[in-house]
């Protein structure tokens, strides 16, 4: 708990730092994800709450998608991190 919430903390102080992702990084992200299987089922089944959901919207957008895609371990998480947020709608 105490570590999560440490996480969650450093976590908000980065995105603070680096600003807020703009309209296009986000579009390009989610057009990157739906090269993926996993995600373009996420997407059609969330497609709505993806699209309008401020939190859901600010992850995909400050997210290194491309980064993460080149990992088998990064993209799991990610993949994790993404249905957790949206299960939390």
């Not at 996420?42 to 895609?69: C, F, P, S, W």
Request: charged content about 30%; aromatic content about 6%.
């Amino acid at each position: 708990m105490i570590i999560e919430t440490i996480a969650n903390l450093l976590s908000s102080m980065i995105m603070f730092i680096r600003g807020e992702p703009d309209q296009r990084r986000i579009e390009d992200n989610i057009k990157v994800l739906n090269s993926t299987v996993w995600f373009n089922t996420l997407y059609q089944q969330h497609k709505d709450i993806i699209l309008k959901d401020d939190a859901i919207r600010e992850l995909i957008g400050r997210t290194n998608v491309r980064k993460i895609l080149s990992s088998e371990r990064k993209a799991e998480a990610f993949h994790r991190k993404l249905r957790a947020t949206i299960n939390d709608r």
